[in-house]
């Protein structure tokens, strides 16, 4: 039985706005790269390339992909983490417990 690789619409769509979002950022990288929220925008391209590695998993070495994927998935899971809790401690007064 022959095995057929089929995109899920939904990864496609998650694809497409998110080079979308990429778009954006390049665009306005003078403004981001200055910015507390830098590890939120590496952990975006972290999520990104998840999304790239999703679609390529359906194509070819699809254990691999698979593999990089959830790496990637995690590592932007992580740096989004660390940006948001950078953020609120930049945010919060002098001796203010978080």
């Known amino acids: 039985m022959p095995v057929t690789m089929e995109l899920n619409p939904a990864e496609l769509l998650g694809l497409a706005m998110s080079v979308l979002v990429m778009l954006y ?3 306005n990288w003078h ?3 200055r910015s507390r929220y830098l590890p ?3 952990g975006f391209f972290c ?3 998840a999304f790239v590695a999703t679609s390529l998993e359906e194509f070819f070495l699809g254990d691999l992909f698979n593999i990089i994927e959830h790496a990637l998935m995690a590592t932007g899971a992580i740096l ?3 940006g ?3 953020a ?3 945010e919060k007064p002098d001796g ?3």
Request: glycine fraction near 4%; charge should be neutral; include cysteine.
């Open 25 to 27: 950022l390049m665009v």
């Open 31 to 33: 403004n981001v790269s």
């Open 40 to 42: 939120v925008v590496y």
């Open 47 to 49: 999520v990104l390339g």
């Open 80 to 82: 989004v983490t660390v």
């Open 84 to 86: 948001c809790r950078r």
């Open 88 to 90: 609120l401690d930049a």
């Open 96 to 98: 203010e417990a978080p």
